[in-house]
């Protein structure tokens, strides 16, 4: 154990060093520090608060998410200006099939109407639309536009808008431990190669970066079981906009609090490899 003289050595030597970041009218600075800005490679969104904004204008639920469907488009434009290469939109939790069937089956048809008016653009700004959940349990009609949509934007090299529909974290999990383990009795892979790389291949996002950032609208703090393996390391955004009134300043703005963050970490980070 060292002697007080070592102790008091050791504090006066940190704080010359945190000292340094200060100036003399108080100020921070940091000296000899320059920041790239890097924009978020994959931003995932919870788009929460249609039935909310319905209710509040006087509207039927329903109303609230053909509402929120025009938000979708609004995003597109800004995905292009920070070089966002994936989009990741919970548009149908698993959960979602517990409300009224009148409901369930307007969100059906929404979905429909969603990629009969915007396939034509999402083609056009070369963007590929891919979906993430559990497909085979979804009506016919729409299995089949989606495949159709899926299939016509196949070989487009732009951004990645992909669809979280019929989605569930846990089932995503619970279906990648699933199929391991089959091909773990087939003999197609061994035990001993069961890792966290091995189960993140074995996820519906298997073919894509994890989300750097995630945004939740309509002010809940819950992830409400979406993408809970791939978020473990997201920076987390939440407003209490509603979704139908997130628009692109407000995006915009939500980028940029996600820069200050990572500005922020680093000077945390410099801090640290300053003070010994």
């Given at each position: 154990m060292g002697?007080?003289?070592?102790?008091?050595?050791?504090?006066f030597e940190r704080l010359a060093v945190c000292r340094s970041f200060f100036l003399e009218n108080g100020s921070f600075f940091v000296p000899e520090m320059s920041f790239e800005e890097k924009y978020p490679e994959h931003v995932a969104i919870i788009m929460d608060g249609n039935r909310r904004w319905a209710r509040k204008h006087g509207l039927r639920p329903v109303e609230g998410h053909r509402a929120g469907m025009k938000s979708i488009r609004l995003l597109f434009p800004i995905c292009e200006e920070f070089g966002i290469k994936v989009l990741?939109?919970?548009?149908?939790?698993q959960e979602n099939w517990m409300r009224p069937k009148v409901e369930t089956t307007f969100l059906m048809t929404l979905l429909i109407e969603f990629l009969d008016q915007q396939i034509a653009h999402i083609f056009e700004k070369n963007i590929r639309l891919l979906m993430i959940g559990n497909?085979?349990?979804?009506?016919?009609?729409?299995?089949?536009?989606?495949?159709?949509?899926?299939?016509?934007?196949?070989?487009n090299a732009g951004m990645k808008v992909v669809?979280?529909?019929?989605?569930?974290?846990r089932q995503d999990i619970l279906q990648a431990?699933?199929?391991?383990?089959?091909?773990?009795?087939?003999?197609?892979?061994?035990?001993?190669?069961?890792?966290?790389?091995?189960?993140?291949?074995?996820?519906?996002?298997?073919d894509m970066p994890n989300p750097d950032f995630l945004i939740r609208t309509s002010g809940e703090k819950r992830l409400s079981n979406f993408l809970l393996w791939q978020s473990i390391e997201s920076e987390i955004y939440?407003?209490?906009?509603?979704?139908?009134?997130?628009?692109?300043?407000?995006?915009?703005?939500a980028i940029n609090k996600y820069l200050?963050?990572?500005?922020?970490?680093k000077i945390y980070a410099c801090i640290e490899k300053k003070i010994p």
């Open positions: 002697s007080f003289a070592d102790f008091y050595e050791i504090f990741t939109l919970y548009a149908f939790s497909m085979e349990d979804l009506p016919f009609l729409v299995r089949q536009k989606l495949k159709k949509a899926i299939q016509r934007t196949s070989s669809l979280a529909i019929n989605y569930g974290g431990v699933n199929r391991i383990y089959k091909n773990i009795e087939k003999g197609l892979i061994p035990k001993s190669s069961i890792n966290n790389e091995l189960i993140s291949r074995y996820l519906y996002t298997r939440l407003t209490k906009t509603l979704w139908p009134d997130f628009g692109q300043d407000d995006f915009r703005e200050d963050r990572k500005k922020q970490g």
